[in-house]
């Protein structure tokens, strides 16, 4: 049974940095696509970056490009989003998934993916 365990997140003031961790267990091959998602109170869960092939191609966000930089470490079967200059609207609750199929692909939104971690929250104050 595939299970997604994250770590990180917190509070930290605007302009500060955050790590995010995912480690993916049950599965031991790293052949399966991966996101970083969020969801902000009384919006939709939006994609914030996604690794979408076998290449290692990834994907952002506008709002988070050039702050944000996702990485996977495919010994230890987990992958990160290091967030650096971070903002008040990068608050939220983050989440990472993985897809074998429907989210391998540039533009998979939230509902591509079936397999998801339990959440972490990250709070930036101004």
């Known amino acids: 049974q595939v299970q997604l365990v994250q770590s990180g997140g917190g509070s930290v003031q605007a302009g500060g940095s955050l790590r995010l961790s995912c480690a993916v267990f049950g599965y031991s091959y790293s052949t399966y696509c991966m996101g970083w998602f969020r969801q902000a109170p009384g919006k939709e869960r939006e994609a914030v970056a996604t690794?979408?092939?076998?290449?290692?191609?990834?994907s952002y966000t506008d709002s988070v490009k050039g702050r944000f930089t996702m990485s996977q470490d495919n010994a230890k079967n987990m992958f990160s989003l290091q967030m650096n200059s971070l903002k008040p609207e990068d608050t939220a609750m983050y989440y990472c998934?993985?897809?074998?199929?429907?989210?391998?692909?540039?533009?998979?939104?939230?509902?591509?993916?079936?397999?998801w971690g339990q959440g972490t929250q990250v709070t930036v104050s101004s």
């Open positions: 998934a993985i897809d074998f199929v429907r989210g391998c692909r540039k533009g998979a939104s939230p509902r591509d993916f079936n397999y």
């Open positions: 690794i979408y092939d076998t290449f290692g191609t990834t």
